[in-house]
């Protein structure tokens, strides 16, 4: 069984006030708990971070961890940092739906990376293997990850999008009024959302988003450092349950842990309902 991950942080961005605190702890944090605690080794574990994490450097990494793949194996693609939404560029003008993305270092708005440029890479996962897709961002078109720290209210962090791609997300921006410019308008709630990495769930891929797709994630202070929200607390659950557990229990109680904090957001699971139900990452003991 081959073991391989592909993780991805960002807390710098091109504009400083895009910047984010935990992302990188995020990708620090489950490759340790991927080596001690699922048997994947140093060199099968790649990181990509801050300025280094590009579209071309996304790209050609998925490209890499799906590479000479085969039944059996375990995969994984963990994402920390921004996310957005944008109009969808691959249907028609009159049913298209809103795409969610995630913010590379350089995200261009022009031509972003979605969900089905994530499916193409990934259908060379043959049937048998496991794909796990963690995604610690946002998905609202309003607000992105947020963070709070003990002596600060929290703050939202978003990458606001250039007026013409907003202007693309208002489909009835006409009828809204002369007081309500395009600036001040997000994505139209009323269309449907694409989520980004749904796609490859159709197979064989799990994926565990961090919100729902009109919320945001959280960027936060915990025990003493900043972490995602999401990454911390699916750590904190997998330690609780000794490391061994499904899927569907894994988000069960960390969605519990989240509530329990008083973090709105709602984590999400999707893919094959087989898959939900067996062990994270493929967990076999090996110690």
């Known amino acids: 069984m081959k073991k391989k991950a592909f993780l991805v942080g960002i807390n710098r961005y091109p504009d400083a006030r895009n910047h984010l605190k935990g992302c990188v702890n995020d990708v620090l944090l489950i490759a340790k708990t991927l080596k001690e605690e699922y048997g994947f080794a140093t060199g099968d574990i790649r990181l990509l971070t801050d300025n280094r994490a590009t579209t071309a450097a996304i790209r050609t990494g998925l490209e890499q961890l799906v590479s000479e793949v085969k039944a059996g194996d375990s995969l994984v693609f963990h994402y920390s940092g921004h996310g957005t939404q944008v109009r969808d560029i691959h249907g028609d003008e009159i049913k298209d739906n809103l795409d969610e993305i995630i913010c590379p270092y350089d995200l261009d708005w022009e ?3 979605t969900d089905d440029d994530m499916a193409e890479i990934c259908k060379k996962v043959p049937k048998g293997a496991l794909l796990t897709v963690i995604l610690d961002c946002c998905h609202s078109g309003t607000g992105l990850r947020e963070y709070s720290k003990p002596d600060l209210p929290i703050r939202w962090k978003f990458i606001p999008a250039p007026v013409e791609i907003r202007h693309r997300s208002e489909s009835r921006i006409e009828n809204r009024g002369i007081n309500r410019s395009v600036t001040q308008a997000g994505p139209d709630k009323g269309l449907p959302v694409k989520r980004f ?68 957001q709602v984590p999400q699971l999707e893919g094959p309902s087989t898959l939900l139900a067996s062990s994270v990452f493929g967990f076999k003991p090996w110690k």
């Open 111 to 113: 031509n972003p990376f």
């Open 197 to 264: 990495g749904v796609s490859v769930t159709k197979t064989n891929a799990v994926l565990i988003a961090g919100c729902r797709s009109d919320q945001t994630s959280a960027d936060a202070w915990i025990d003493g450092d900043y972490h995602g929200a999401l990454t911390y607390y699916l750590w904190w659950s997998l330690r609780a349950q000794k490391w061994n557990t499904t899927y569907r229990k894994l988000l069960a109680a960390t969605g519990q842990e989240l509530a329990i904090r008083n973090l709105e």
